[in-house]
């Protein structure tokens, strides 16, 4: 049982496109991360987020964090084919952290 | 390097053979954490260690799983009598504490394993 929701599953837009994808639970969260991952490697943190309600920016990135810490969205302006990847969200409840399935994005040039 | 290690990168086994995979931590960090990948698919979480300990175990698929950790530093996850349904990519993770703490994981690029 997936605990983390995200959505869509796949995103393909065009460069210059804005979009945002979702990260949905019906469990509550002391924090949430936002990962992305690249092809034969890793994930790598993005950003963390802990206060309900609370909305970060990392340059063309925004994130929010939902008032009930149950869900929380990425919104990215004008993407660039460098933004291909999975972005992954991790939900972290006492020393518990699962991760969702991830939105595989490809950005064309 | 000073980023999380995983060897091999790469590993082909028969059905029925055991595995042994290997994790060598960030130095310094307390926590350390086994993610399984399966082909388009997110992490499934298998177990967790705080030190040498595991207080975790949950996520592990069967009892032909297992993992230690010893010195507070390299961790081993061992598959016994592997079966194809095992194939996936397995990432190790650490970070500096507990994810209680919001302390960022900092993966590996993982062991990818087939299982013929």
């Known amino acids: 049982t997936q605990l983390l929701e995200q959505s869509p599953q796949f995103l393909s837009i065009q460069e210059g496109e804005n979009l945002t994808v979702y990260c949905n639970s019906s469990?509550?969260?002391?924090?949430l991360q936002w990962y992305r991952q690249e092809p034969g490697e890793g994930p790598v943190l993005l950003v963390t987020v802990v206060t309900g309600g609370e909305v970060k920016k990392l340059k063309r990135l925004t994130f929010q964090f939902g008032d009930a810490r149950k869900d929380s969205s990425l919104h990215i302006t004008a993407a660039q084919p460098g933004d291909t990847g999975l972005y992954l969200c991790?939900?972290?409840?006492?020393?518990?952290?699962?991760f969702g399935a991830g939105t595989r994005l490809t950005v064309k040039p | 390097g000073a980023g999380v290690s995983q060897s091999p990168s790469n590993k082909v086994t028969e059905k029925g053979k055991d595995v042994e995979l290997r994790c060598d931590p960030i130095s310094g960090h307390t926590a350390l954490y086994w993610y399984r990948q399966s082909l388009g698919q997110g992490l499934e979480f298998l177990i967790y260690?705080?030190?040498?300990?595991?207080?975790?175990k949950s996520g592990l698929p069967s009892d032909r799983f297992s993992a230690e950790r010893t010195g507070g530093s390299v961790s081993t996850l061992t598959i016994q009598r592997t079966q194809q349904e095992d194939s996936a990519v397995y990432l190790c993770?650490?970070?500096?504490?507990?994810?209680?703490?919001?302390?960022?994981?900092?993966f590996g690029n993982g062991t990818r394993l087939t299982v013929t």
């Open positions: 993770a650490s970070s500096f504490l507990g994810v209680g703490n919001n302390s960022p994981l900092h």
């Open positions: 260690f705080q030190g040498n300990s595991a207080p975790d």
């Open positions: 991790a939900g972290v409840s006492n020393n518990d952290m699962r």
């Open positions: 469990s509550v969260f002391s924090s």
